[in-house]
């Protein structure tokens, strides 16, 4: 029997030797006896298949490659082990690898093995971009060998073509495997990880979605208890997260992080934590993101908070609207959690400060930001230029200006010239705004673009230079920028306001965009077709808020449905006493402890974004957008009814209606007087939009201010502050307005002074709302004082600061009269 063995290995070492003749002289056949006689049978074997693949490879090698085998054929003795000591040879190249693999699938003696596809494999998706086709080839040839890869090739597989960016060709190999191969409850799900990120960076998320649930499913079945359930790695986990997030898919998000969760499984690493924070706080639940960061505390280790981590909370804190809790954490987080602000700490403070009108906290951060050595980018100038112009203070802002360019060296965008024109036009300085557009126009299309052009016909519509709008239009439009939804609606609104309906069909063949045109006239012949049927309603509003008797109930509407969350003072002393005096983010705690204890409340009661009436998002605003421009158009002619109309009429068809939608109603309703209805609206708001804005709490004061309910004013705007808000100019002149009429002149003083100590320069309105209240309340010296302050702070007077000095002029010579006739009639007295 052994001799039976030897002798077919020495008929397998005659052939290795006459093979390798022509490419080793030197080798003859009774050397290769001698080099195998007394030694074991095995070694001679293995001598044999070392020669074979040594000539092998110098063959390949060269010139003519795999031709040079052709003429031995089928004397070559082709193994399993053969084959991989070739494939696996270091001085071949991939593509001679490749070719001796294909030579070798054609004879008709040998069949490739699972272990010589897999080694292929290895070989040349380490240059996927090379042998995309090649590796597709190869996967197609394992059915016809009726091979099975295992899931560690599978997965190369799908690792190479996915790092070249060849995601097409991923999933074409995932579908043939589950198609033609396997049933996907064999496959590893690690094999799905590199499949996910596919998808999600292909932006398929839906389908990345469906196999990862899929995978989820097929886990739980197949397992007797749910700790048995399996997932994809963390970074295909976190991969789906962040898609689902740049997509909006919010219930999607939340359904793969509560599935995820529920398994107990979930690969969460520091960067999964901190896109959930980010995302999952960004969308109002700070209840969620908080707990996280208390998790990630508690597990400590690698999962420990990073600046990330930070950054997303106050990132997180500044969008609902709590910047004052922001700008404590910032200061802990310098203090004690060992981490330093980087140019996106600085950078999102900045923004949320300016916002929310806190320039001088802004200009601080600024300065701390250069003092540490950190360059500001446009972005940021850009934010303190919005921020400094919407407080008015223009001299401060032309002056950032020129350090942004001449000394720090920052250049402008696009954007940066339009806060600066925008600016100008609201800071009263309509000349200096044209001329900065027009010296802009000259120098060509990369200093004004669509916006600029949209800024700019926006004021000429408000100031009614038509005229000059339409030509700005034209002009627009010859440039190549698309006159969008903005400019159109700011252009309908100037011409209903004058009844120029002739210049709607001149407007329309300016508009490039192939499906605006035909949605405007859609849009409007159906709005008028449903507006044709008579209005029965004898009075001014339609019935269609309720009605709110008792004025007291604002606070209860204004405040948020889930205020169960808020602590009391007992809350407090025992969050006090459970605070670790050792923990690196102490006040963070504090945050944590106190929303996690109910899982109600939602920190949604207040917003820093203000509501526009264009939401430029496309045709998914489109209907609300339309609404709110005719709705304004109908408001700012006075007709209440055809408004109200108008909004049952689309919100009864399914249109959602939006902040700025109940604030313009309200708004008109106030102005009307009709008060109690106003809080109606404010209560409907309350059920369909949250959260509110500062526009709306500006009605709010208004409408309690002509109601003479300043003390009500003033708990409104307690309630305010407490939610995270501010008072931008409007509402500071509101509030002046309101508590003056009141005869509350020291309190209306003391918020002027606030005003000023915040960061809001007053405007032409606050002085003259000012010397208005203190000339009818009889304190003309004050009145006065008012008026100097106006003029030593450059303020120019308008129309109605004549009209308040021409009263204050009379007021005053009355009380001269007075005087004289109480001194007349002292003189006349013989006592």
């Avoid at 001698?34 to 390949?60: M, P, R």
């Avoid at 934590?273 to 508690?298: P, Q, R, V």
């Avoid at 940066?416 to 309509?430: A, E, F, Q, V």
């Avoid at 920190?603 to 203000?610: G, V």
Wanted: contains cysteine; aromatic residues 8%; hydrophobic residues 40%.
């Amino acid at each position: 029997m052994r001799h039976g063995q030897s002798g077919r290995r020495i008929a397998l070492l005659h052939h290795s030797v006459a093979f390798l003749a022509p490419f080793c002289s030197r080798i003859s056949f009774s050397t290769a006896v001698k080099a195998s006689g007394g030694a074991e049978v095995g070694t001679a074997s293995k001598l044999g298949n070392l020669l074979v693949v040594a000539s092998i490879a110098k063959a390949l090698s060269r010139p003519g490659g795999i031709h040079s085998l052709e003429k031995y054929g089928d004397s070559i003795p082709l193994s399993e082990d053969l084959v991989l000591q070739v494939l696996r040879r270091g001085s071949l190249d991939a593509s001679k690898k490749l070719d001796f693999f294909r030579w070798c699938s054609v004879r008709p003696n040998y069949k490739h093995t699972a272990g010589t596809y897999s080694q292929m494999f290895k070989t040349i998706c380490f240059l996927p971009h090379q042998h995309q086709d090649d590796i597709l080839e190869l996967v197609a040839s394992t059915r016809r060998d009726g091979v099975v890869l295992d899931s560690s090739t599978l997965k190369l597989i799908l690792d190479g073509l996915i790092r070249s960016g060849k995601f097409d060709s991923a999933l074409e190999v995932l579908g043939y495997i589950e198609r033609d191969l396997i049933s996907i409850s064999c496959l590893s799900p690690d094999i799905y990880s590199p499949v996910l990120v596919a998808l999600v960076r292909k932006n398929q998320i839906s389908i990345a979605l469906s196999i990862f649930l899929k995978l989820l499913d097929s886990s739980s079945s197949s397992s007797t208890g749910g700790n048995n359930v399996v997932i994809p790695d963390a970074i295909a986990c976190n991969n789906l997260l962040v898609g689902l997030k740049k997509a909006g898919m919010k219930d999607e998000f939340r359904q793969v992080f509560n599935k995820l969760r529920e398994t107990r499984l979930y690969p969460l690493d520091r960067y999964g934590y901190n896109i959930c924070i980010h995302t999952l706080g960004c969308w109002g639940d700070l209840i969620t993101a908080l707990s996280l960061f208390k998790e990630m505390k508690e597990k400590s280790g690698s999962n420990d908070p990073d600046l990330c981590t930070y950054n997303s909370l106050i990132h997180v804190l500044c969008m609902l609207g709590k910047v004052k809790d922001a700008l404590t954490v910032w200061e802990e987080l310098k203090a004690s959690s060992g981490q330093e602000p980087d140019s996106f700490t600085y950078r999102i403070l900045i923004q949320g400060c300016s916002k929310s009108y806190r320039i001088n906290d802004a200009m601080k951060i600024f300065s701390e930001m250069q003092y540490n050595g950190i360059r500001a980018e446009t972005v940021v100038y850009n934010s303190l230029l919005d921020g400094l112009l919407k407080s008015r203070k223009l001299t401060e802002a032309c002056n950032l200006f020129e350090k942004m360019v001449h000394d720090d060296g920052v250049r402008a965008s696009c954007w940066t010239y339009n806060i600066l024109i925008d600016g100008l036009y609201k800071n009263g300085r309509p000349q200096a705004a044209y001329t900065m557009f027009s010296d802009l126009k000259r120098k060509g299309n990369n200093f004004v673009d669509g916006i600029t052009y949209s800024i700019v016909i926006l004021h000429l519509c408000q100031e009614n230079q038509l005229e000059e709008a339409l030509q700005l239009v034209e002009e627009m439009e010859a440039r190549g920028f698309v006159v969008d939804l903005v400019t159109v609606t700011s252009l309908l609104i100037a011409h209903y306001r004058q009844g120029r309906w002739d210049a709607t069909e001149r407007l329309m063949k300016h508009i490039r965009d192939g499906n605006l045109v035909p949605a405007l006239l859609k849009w409007k012949s159906a709005m008028e077709g449903s507006m044709r049927s008579p209005q029965s309603k004898k009075s001014d509003f339609t019935r269609m808020f309720p009605s709110i008797n008792d004025v007291a109930e604002i606070l209860n509407i204004t405040k948020s449905d889930d205020s169960k969350g808020d602590i009391g003072v007992e809350d407090v002393e025992q969050i006090d006493n459970e605070t670790d005096e050792w923990s690196s983010s102490p006040y963070m705690d504090q945050l944590a402890n106190r929303f996690t204890s109910s899982s109600h409340h939602t920190w949604e009661s207040f917003s820093l974004t203000r509501g526009v009436r264009v939401l430029a998002e496309g045709q998914d605003s489109f209907d609300i957008d339309m609404v709110n421009t005719y709705l304004s158009i109908f408001l700012a002619k006075g007709k209440l009814s055809l408004a109200c109309k108008l909004f049952e009429i689309f919100t009864n068809m399914g249109v959602n209606p939006v902040g700025y939608t109940y604030n313009s109603i309200m708004n008109s309703f106030v102005k009307k007087g009709y008060l109690k209805e106003a809080w109606g609206v404010l209560q409907a708001m309350g059920e369909t939009v949250n959260p509110a804005d500062i526009a709306t709490y500006n009605v709010i004061i208004q409408g309690l201010g002509k109601m003479g309910r300043a003390d009500l004013a003033n708990a409104v705007l307690d309630k305010l502050m407490k939610e995270g808000g501010y008072l931008d100019i409007v509402m500071y002149n509101t509030l002046i307005n309101a508590l003056g009429k009141a005869g509350r002149i020291d309190e209306a003083n003391k918020l002027f002074q606030q005003m000023k100590t915040s960061g809001v320069n007053p405007d032409v309105v606050t002085y003259n709302t000012l010397i208005e209240v203190h000339s009818k309340a009889g304190r003309l010296k004050d009145a006065y004082k008012v008026l100097k302050m106006m003029l030593d702070a450059g303020c120019a007077p308008n129309h109605v600061t004549d009209t308040t000095l021409d009263f204050l002029e009379k007021e005053i010579e009355k009380l001269r009269y007075q005087k004289a006739s109480i001194m007349r009639s002292n003189r006349d007295d013989p006592s």
